[in-house]
């Protein structure tokens, strides 16, 4: 997405959207040490005098960074970013270094199950299959912070319509096969399998809202 202004291609006419693969929620998750159990109760400690809270992400304008954003603005909490280099975000919540992140379901689950950390609630707008005791941040009170990541299929552009629709139907037969669908709890994902014009809209509207989110942050 347009965060960079330095980008050598138009991220429009230059991309081609065939479909949407899969969609991947993040673990909102907090050291075994912070007295919050529930989203609400993080968002009061951030807004008291304990707070402001250090949250870590991969870096500036990763999408952990982004998506902690939205929670922050959405929800008022005091949250104060410190950027890392790439999985050295998580593992500063594991070390206590950081109070807040946010973790894919593979790298999160682990650290949960040893009770090293805590997981507060998943981003996505339904429960994970994975994890299906953990509520949504939705769920939590906050109806409009949800969140979900997502790896797409696209072309050069300008490519022929009928061969973005073949592609798109073959990717859409590949991720909706039985022996695929059960491996997506293993890689915290969900499948989808979009046409190109539902892609497209997506592509769209997220371009959008990061960019309307990256202006008021």
């Known amino acids: 997405l347009p965060i ?11 991309l081609a959207p065939i479909s949407l693969v899969v969609t991947s929620p993040y673990l909102l998750v907090v050291h075994a040490s912070v007295s919050a159990n529930t989203v609400s109760e993080l968002i009061a400690l951030a807004k008291s005098k304990a707070g402001p809270l250090n949250y870590s992400t991969p870096g500036n304008g990763s999408l952990a960074h982004l998506a902690t954003e939205w929670l922050r603005a959405s929800t008022g909490a005091q949250l104060t970013h ?27 689950m682990p650290q949960i199950k040893s009770g090293r950390v805590k997981a507060l609630a998943i981003t996505s707008k339904a429960r994970s299959r994975a994890i299906p005791e953990l509520p949504t941040v939705a769920e939590a009170g906050y109806p409009d912070v949800t969140y979900n990541g997502w790896i797409g299929l696209f072309g050069a552009g300008g490519t022929p319509r ?8 073959d ?10 669908i059960a491996q997506f709890p293993n890689w915290g994902a969900e499948g989808a399998g979009t046409s ?4 497209a809209k997506r592509y769209r509207d997220d371009i959008a809202f990061y ?5 008021q942050s």
Do not use: C, H, M, W
Request: charged share 25%; aromatic share 8%.
């Open 4 to 14: 960079s202004r330095s980008v050598s291609y138009d991220y429009e006419k230059d």
């Open 82 to 108: 410190v950027p890392y280099k790439g999985s050295a975000a998580f593992g500063a919540v594991v070390a206590g270094e950081i109070q807040v992140t946010l973790v894919s379901l593979v790298s999160g």
């Open 162 to 169: 009928d061969i973005l629709n073949r592609i798109a139907a």
């Open 171 to 180: 990717t859409a037969r590949a991720v909706k096969a039985p022996e695929v």
């Open 196 to 199: 190109p014009e539902e892609f």
């Open 211 to 215: 960019a309307k989110l990256i202006k």
